[in-house]
């Protein structure tokens, strides 16, 4: 073997294990979890009541569904406002793959008026995207704004 062709083969090592301690392997473990792990979907991000009374029974159920590869356990569903959004229920078993559970909520209309922006998150074991967070809005109506009427 010549001089050049033996400094060649070893700036190729010396090149190849520059570049193994510079491989992030962490990373590449995070991506093998995640391609095995669940993944979710939510059936809309943003839910809009419109126009509501204050006497109204506001309630909605959502869908979620497990789009990954191993069984999805919603760990909570916490509202941003506890004193407007209430929770009734979210699925407490796990989601196999493929499957959709409900999650049902309800406004509290009682202590409010004008306009609603509140939101809730959904917190599960899916990755990459471990919250999902759920946009509700609404325009509480008082008894004068329902009596108004436009004169022309």
Same mark, same amino acid.
């Given at each position: 073997?010549?001089?050049?062709?033996? @400094?060649?083969?070893?700036?190729?090592?010396?090149?190849?294990? @520059?570049?193994?301690?510079?491989?992030?392997?962490?990373?590449? !473990?995070?991506?093998?979890?995640?391609?095995? #792990?669940?993944?979710?979907?939510?059936?809309?991000?943003?839910?809009?009541?419109?126009?509501?009374?204050?006497?109204?029974?506001?309630?909605?159920?959502?869908?979620?569904?497990?789009?990954?590869?191993?069984? !999805?356990?919603?760990?909570?569903?916490?509202?941003? @406002?506890?004193? @407007?959004?209430?929770?009734? #229920?979210?699925?407490?078993?796990?989601?196999? !793959?493929?499957?959709?559970?409900?999650?049902?909520?309800?406004?509290?209309?009682?202590?409010?008026?004008?306009?609603?922006?509140?939101?809730?998150?959904?917190?599960?074991?899916?990755?990459?995207?471990?919250?999902?967070?759920?946009?509700?809005?609404?325009?509480?109506?008082?008894?004068?704004?329902?009596?108004?009427?436009?004169?022309?």
């Amino acid at each position: 073997m010549t001089k050049r062709l033996r @400094c060649s083969a070893f700036l190729m090592m010396f090149g190849f294990l @520059c570049l193994l301690g510079t491989i992030d392997y962490s990373y590449c !473990l995070r991506q093998a979890n995640s391609f095995w #792990s669940p993944s979710i979907t939510v059936e809309t991000l943003s839910v809009d009541f419109g126009n509501v009374s204050a006497t109204d029974d506001v309630h909605r159920e959502i869908t979620v569904k497990n789009v990954g590869r191993s069984p !999805l356990i919603i760990e909570r569903v916490r509202p941003s @406002c506890a004193s @407007c959004i209430v929770i009734q #229920s979210y699925p407490k078993e796990p989601i196999p !793959l493929g499957k959709q559970g409900k999650i049902e909520f309800s406004l509290d209309l009682s202590k409010r008026h004008d306009i609603i922006e509140t939101s809730f998150a959904i917190v599960s074991n899916a990755e990459p995207q471990k919250v999902v967070v759920v946009k509700v809005t609404a325009n509480v109506l008082t008894e004068d704004k329902e009596n108004f009427h436009v004169v022309e």
